[in-house]
């Protein structure tokens, strides 16, 4: 399939092809690295559900809330904008990432719960890297990063189609260029950018699978790209030792049994504790 079709498929997948409102906002908060807390209470009071998601994790253990966060300037107050908007932004996409893939035999569990944990552990390996100042462009770009797997699912439930049962589930690339001339990480960065979203997670959504990336988002690349193979190590026991890609990837990261033990143990929380556990502020909040 070549790109001008895969323009008109990504520009025709029904629901997909347009954003909550809210979520939109919050992308426009996300580019504004000096946002105001007015401006992340503008946008998250117009919708009450998401005010209650967040405003539940906020008060998980895992925040250390020196008391109950009752409101969105609360939060803000005590966790911080960016971690804040993180937040929102998370559980605004939650609707839009939990769909089975029956083009790749994969259900919305699975699928949801490796968006997660690859969002997780990219957050991990920012700070693992000594990137720590981009944990939430990580953990949001780890979240997002297979969104492209929803464009090339839904044209293969259209065709019938099926490039699924596969392992690793989530390292399908080859897979999708042989049966349709391109993958979910070119499918994904159209899509992101058809939605609006900042290069600073189109690159990484784009280029997950790839190490030599360079350019100005290079450092948030890296991080997801390590984020999401360790993921994919802890979920679905990838063989570091005898998998080359997967050594590589993991190269710059110390790592041994103690860390990938407690990683595992970080990736197996639950919602509330793995949103809160990756986006908590490691240093003066903003």
């Known amino acids: 399939m070549n790109k ?11 629901d997909l092809a347009t954003l909550p409102t809210t979520v939109v906002q919050l ?3 996300l580019k504004d690295s000096t946002c105001s807390a007015s401006k992340v209470v503008k946008v998250m009071e117009r919708d009450p559900a998401m005010t209650a998601n967040v405003l539940k994790l906020s008060n998980s253990a895992f925040y250390g809330a020196r008391r109950e966060i009752s409101s969105v300037r609360d939060a803000l107050v ?10 929102a932004f998370a559980t605004g996409m939650a609707p839009i990432m939990r769909r089975d893939l029956l083009g790749y035999g994969i259900t919305r569990e699975r699928f949801w ?5 690859a969002a997780t552990a990219s957050a991990i390996a920012a700070d693992r890297l000594g990137l720590s100042e981009l944990r939430c462009e990580a953990f949001t770009a780890g979240l997002v990063h297979d969104v492209g797997m929803l464009v090339v699912d839904s044209h293969l439930v259209s065709q019938r189609d099926c490039i699924g049962f596969g392992e690793p589930a989530f390292s399908v690339s080859e897979r ?8 979910h990480t070119e499918a994904g960065a159209m899509l992101a950018r058809h939605w609006g979203f900042p290069e600073v997670l189109v690159a990484p959504i784009q280029f997950h699978h790839e190490m030599d990336m360079s350019g100005p988002h290079c450092d948030v690349v890296r991080a997801v790209t390590v984020g999401n193979i360790l993921a994919q190590v802890v979920d679905e026991d990838l063989d570091i030792e005898t998998n080359d890609f ?11 049994e103690e860390f990938l033990a407690q990683l595992r143990l970080d990736l197996s929380s639950n919602l509330e504790e793995t949103l809160a556990r990756a986006t908590r502020p490691t240093a003066t909040l903003v």
């Open 4 to 14: 001008p079709v895969l323009h008109d498929l990504v520009s025709s997948i029904g």
């Open 27 to 29: 992308l426009d908060l």
């Open 78 to 87: 005590m966790l911080g904008n960016r971690s804040v908007v993180t937040l």
């Open 113 to 117: 719960g490796h968006s997660l944990k």
């Open 176 to 183: 999708e260029r042989q049966t349709l001339g391109f993958d």
């Open 246 to 256: 997967v050594r590589s990837v993991l190269a710059g990261v110390a790592f041994d």
